[in-house]
């Protein structure tokens, strides 16, 4: 049976803070505002864990003792991803709000830049590691790069048929993976915009990408619940496995590459061996669909959420 440590009431949400003793690989559970976690990052130094809630609200919470530090609410719609600049110091979401992507203050949750132009809401979003610049994509089927300092239009990048559900960014900042509804993956040249190549899922829509720590596999997770590896430089799958019995939405790289975790709608979050996609362990504490899953940057715990309202961090032990 889990020993309750505290209960915290904050404004109108409850914060529960559990360990679990039966299980020590759980650390805490953290459940959230009366909404659906659709988006969550570690802050690069490893103190805050963002989630974006389907009632438009961004909590940053300080993970380690359960409490928010800060609640933005200005948002209108679903925050469906979110992306910390390599400092910490900016956030970056995609709304479900219609067209618009936004940039945050951290310390203040000010909004800093509006990024207009999509039709249709945005549903990926991610940070360039260098800092230099954004890419969104959004149910208008194309993914838009704004520079990182003024939120200014850079380009425009088509060729998906359906809406972009996921967006990732090379280590490097060279390569963006874009994928989408139409179950193919697009790898774009970062700096001219010019398609590289396309990675064919073909039988089910794309929910989530995500490079390697060297940049050399990219992971992507499906519509067909199958967790799939991609050699970059050559184009070209390395191993599919089909490990969740529906639609998978997450999937995130460990730190040192060596892991991978996926989330599903099948309740289920999942820890994978990399490169041989051998399964290690199999999380079922969530009772409710998986649409968000995380590692914090030492390597040490993995975060996931979804319809159940409830942030788990676990630590892992080797």
């Known amino acids: 049976m889990p020993k309750l440590i505290s209960v915290i009431g904050v404004s109108s949400f409850l914060v529960v803070m559990l360990t679990l003793s039966s299980t020590p690989q759980t650390v805490f559970q953290i459940f959230s505002p009366q909404s659906t976690i659709f988006s969550m990052e570690f802050s690069p130094d490893g103190k805050l864990l963002a989630t974006g809630q389907g009632n438009g609200t961004i909590f940053l919470w300080d993970w380690m003792t359960g409490q928010p530090v800060r609640v933005i609410s200005e948002t209108m719609g679903t925050v469906f991803a979110l992306s910390f600049s390599p400092d910490g110091r900016r956030l970056l979401t995609a709304n479900g709000d219609g067209q618009v992507g936004a940039v945050w203050d951290v310390q203040t949750g000010r909004q800093l830049l509006n990024l207009e132009g999509h039709v249709g809401w945005v549903h990926s979003a991610a940070y360039s590691p260098d800092g230099k610049f954004l890419v969104t994509g959004a149910e208008d089927k194309t993914v838009r790069v704004w520079d990182a300092a003024d939120g200014r239009l850079l380009k425009v990048l088509t060729g ?151 942030v788990v961090v676990r630590e892992l032990q080797e």
């Open 160 to 310: 998906h048929r359906s809406t972009v559900f996921a967006l990732a960014i090379s280590p490097d900042s060279q390569i963006i993976a874009s994928g989408g509804g139409d179950g193919e993956i697009r790898l774009w040249d970062a700096q001219s915009g010019a398609l590289l190549g396309v990675l064919p899922v073909r039988i089910a829509a794309v929910f989530s990408v995500h490079f390697s720590p060297d940049g050399k596999l990219l992971a992507s997770t499906s519509g067909d619940g199958v967790v799939r590896l991609w050699d970059v430089a050559e184009r070209r799958l390395v191993i599919a496995v089909a490990g969740h019995r529906h639609r998978t939405h997450a999937v995130r790289f460990s730190p040192d590459g060596r892991k991978l975790a996926s989330g599903s709608m099948d309740w289920k979050v999942k820890l994978w061996e990399v490169p041989t996609l051998t399964e290690l362990k199999t999380f079922t504490e969530h009772v409710e669909f998986v649409l968000a899953v995380a590692f914090s940057p030492d390597g040490r715990f993995l975060a996931s959420g979804g319809g159940d309202f409830k």
